[in-house]
């Protein structure tokens, strides 16, 4: 077995996945990695997170590779923006397979061997949509709803027993899925920072920094079960909109 720390992330070709990745690294971590497309880790894995038989198999190999697990980081997901009424069956169940059912399988699989060793951090990252509702993402904020409840869920079940788990809940965050979701003309630029009151999207470092915080069993020994937002304020800001931009235009006398 390692004497050096393990993180597993999923979804860790890019974006905010890509950012943990690098940050946990820095920190002295090996990463085990699982992704739909090809990375580069002392672990890779090609996968899927919602194959039970994918994530049983790269357990596996984490366990055969360095023989602990020390975090685990929740991070691979889809996003989906269409009307309910507009939303097939088989668009749900993707959606929910990959945001919510891959969280629970990967967290079944390194939960256990975390309770064995009585120690360990899960971090998953959900949304503000898992907080509030926005309209048209019916799926995408059920699976993200659910995956807060599964985060608080696990914190009670296994805090006790050595197992810390928490989530990142970032607001809109400048990656290729926001790209692609601006490209469909879902929303631009302004929508979003003129909704956040610090005026700007979030980065994947902000997310990226949030987790290493929570995993870390030094600074966040006694967090668990939080829902932490990294949304610029999205969530705290009940503001009407002449008011929130008021606000920050507003000079100090």
Request: with cysteine; net charge negative; charged share 20%.
């Amino acid at each position: 077995m390692t004497e050096q720390r393990v993180a597993v992330v999923t979804g860790a070709a890019r974006g905010i996945g890509r950012r943990v990745a690098e940050v946990l690294a820095a920190e002295g971590y090996a990463l085990a990695l699982l992704d739909r497309q090809p990375v580069t880790a002392d672990l890779a894995w090609t996968g899927d997170v919602s194959s039970e038989a994918d994530v049983t198999a790269f357990a596996a190999a984490v366990d055969e590779r360095f023989g602990r697990v020390d975090v685990l980081v929740n991070n691979a997901g889809v996003a989906f923006i269409t009307p309910l009424e507009q939303t097939t069956l088989d668009d749900w169940r993707t959606v929910l397979d990959v945001n919510l059912t891959g969280p629970f399988l990967l967290s079944r699989e390194f939960g256990r061997r975390m309770l064995a060793a009585g120690a360990g951090a899960i971090v998953n990252i959900a949304s503000v949509a898992g907080l509030r509702g926005v309209a048209d993402r019916a799926a995408y904020n059920a699976s993200k709803h659910g995956l807060i409840g599964l985060t608080r869920t696990l914190a009670a079940e296994w805090g006790g027993r050595g197992v810390r788990v928490n989530a990142v809940c970032p607001g809109w965050v400048k990656t290729e899925m926001d790209v692609a979701s601006q490209a469909e003309g879902a929303y631009g630029d302004a929508d979003i920072t003129d909704h956040v009151p610090m005026g700007r999207f979030a980065t994947p470092d902000d997310v990226a920094q949030a987790v290493s915080f929570l995993a870390d069993p030094g600074r966040a020994a006694f967090i668990n079960g939080a829902a932490l937002s990294v949304d610029g304020g999205w969530h705290a800001d009940g503001s009407w909109q002449s008011l929130r931009l008021a606000s920050r235009a507003r000079l100090v006398d």
